[in-house]
């Protein structure tokens, strides 16, 4: 860009127009009015809480580093393997229902998370007890008249190891 000038006022009205016009039509950084710039203030804060943030993520990593998270040795855990007593129940039209014991080998988390979605329901004990037995025991496959049921001892166990974990809550 060149332009003339002739004298010092227009030279001065040159360079005035020429900066106006570059702010409007290629704004860029520096290119900031004084009402939109940044309270020096405000930065200082900004530091200030940037370095204290850093410092309780150092605190917080030191913490975690030194908390060792144990369980009572009487709790089993959720990988341990259990034996449940099941029995399946079948009914049958025309002749007398029969009875069959059997057992399953599970964990206390596949348990678990067999039977998520009745817990949440808040059901009675029966129910959930039944629940464990149809979901961890055999599949009832094509025989919609077979109902499963979770030995009571085995039940009871397994209902307090999952309140001592803090899995469930017993409600009145």
């Known amino acids: 860009m060149v332009d003339f000038w002739s004298n010092q006022d227009e030279l001065c009205t040159k360079i005035v127009t020429a900066?106006?016009?570059?702010?409007?039509?290629?704004p860029g950084l520096g290119w900031v009015r004084g009402d939109n710039a940044i309270d020096p203030k405000l930065l200082q804060e900004l530091e200030r809480l940037r370095i204290a943030n850093a410092d309780l993520k150092a605190t917080l990593a030191k913490a975690n580093d030194s908390v060792a998270v144990t369980f009572d040795p009487a709790l089993k855990g959720p990988e341990?393997?259990?034996?449940?007593?099941?029995?399946?129940?079948?009914?049958?039209?025309?002749?007398?229902?029969?009875?069959?014991?059997?057992?399953?080998?599970?964990?206390?988390?596949?348990?678990?998370?067999a039977i998520y979605d009745e817990i949440v329901k808040e059901l009675g004990e029966s129910q959930i007890s039944n629940a464990i037995a149809s979901n961890v025991g055999r599949p009832i496959g094509s025989k919609p008249l077979r109902q499963s049921y979770c030995n009571r001892d085995d039940y009871v166990m397994v209902r307090r190891q999952f309140e001592a974990l803090g899995l469930i809550e017993l409600i009145g």
């Open 19 to 26: 900066v106006a016009h570059q702010t409007n039509l290629k």
């Open 80 to 113: 341990t393997g259990l034996t449940l007593r099941l029995k399946e129940v079948t009914h049958h039209s025309s002749q007398p229902n029969t009875n069959e014991d059997y057992t399953v080998e599970t964990t206390f988390k596949d348990i678990f998370l």
